[in-house]
């Protein structure tokens, strides 16, 4: 941020508040090829909401996934990392490979959509590959275009398109969540000690992140350290859960899918692992394309598996009482905390670099 940020605050704050208005506005915007009146059956009943049927059905979790996948390669290949810090082109040359396999994601969601709507009758006025096609299209120009609010919201507003795009929608859904969750209690159907639960992770969580940003500083690679390897270990969790319940049923997808559903434990220490292996190796993805960070592995680690690993105990007894997941919670205190520093709101971090 230039240094006059603190004075252009109101301004980007603006900006930024438009660009997620004209997020929400197309989470209303239905996928054209859609039965208008079936449509609005389907919205009456709730069964399904308008944002799944819309033109943002998508949002910006096709870009999120490509850098997930990306992460992913550099941790496996960690002279990626060397080369994509190398010079600004190269810098370049990598977000334009991010967003060129985010538009691949969005066209193979699209299709899986259109198939989708396909099956639930008279929904789509004329099915065929004119509906399939035009599905793919616009979902692929929406994602497009959610990249662009997201960098518009980088240049012109406070920073973190790509994440404030991501964080809109389970922020904007929370308070019915809690509503929900209060009337839950109250009507005896869901226990008070799972929302205290809940509630005391969430403030753990969140003072602990927002430490360790304070300490190590809003930097690009401390942001990083503790977003990404928290997207990845999530990302890999359910992959490692399915191949431990086929290996533990001989094979059987239904008996793994059952089992695995009677081990609240054994999932919690399995994200305590994946976070443990994602943080390490992250960071060595880091040291070994010669970028300087301030973070402590062994703090790091420690917050992500025993926030993890408490999450999956929590979720698992009282389902439901967390309506942010770890990985939500965590983002949005990076967010929030950088943005803060970012317009003079908050001290300088004094962490020297590795």
Known sequence: MPETAGRDLPLRLALTLAAVAVFFAGRHIPLPGLDPHILGQLLQAGQSPSANLSVFALGVMPFVSALIILEIVKLAVPGITRWQHATPRNAMRFRSIAVGLALLFAAAQGLGLAVAFEDIPRLVGEPGPLFRIGCITTLVAATALLLALAEFIDRRGIGYGLWILFLAAPLAALP???????????????????????????????????????????????????????????????????????????????????????????????????????????????????????????????????????????????????????????????????????????????????
């Open 176 to 354: 019915m969540q809690l509503a929900q969750l209060a009337e839950a209690v109250a009507s005896g159907r869901f226990a008070g000690i799972g929302i205290v639960l809940g509630a005391g992770l969430t403030v753990a969580t969140v003072a602990a992140v927002t430490a360790m940003m304070l300490a190590w500083g809003s930097t690009a690679s401390t942001s990083g350290a503790i977003i990404w390897p928290t997207l990845i270990a999530y990302t890999a969790y359910p992959w490692v859960l399915m191949l431990l319940g086929m290996l533990l049923t001989g094979g059987n997808p239904a008996m793994a899918q059952a089992l695995l559903t009677t081990l609240g434990p054994v999932l919690g220490v399995t994200v305590a692992i994946l976070a443990v292996a994602s943080v390490y190796l992250y960071l060595r993805s880091l040291r070994h394309g010669g970028v300087g960070y301030a973070v402590d592995p062994a703090i790091l680690m420690f917050l992500l598996a025993a926030t993890g690993l408490s999450a999956e105990l929590i979720d698992a007894a009282y389902f439901g009482a967390l309506p942010l997941s770890v990985a939500q919670l965590a983002v949005a205190t990076v967010v929030a905390t950088g943005i803060l520093r970012d317009f003079r709101m908050l001290p300088p971090a004094t962490a020297a670099s590795n």
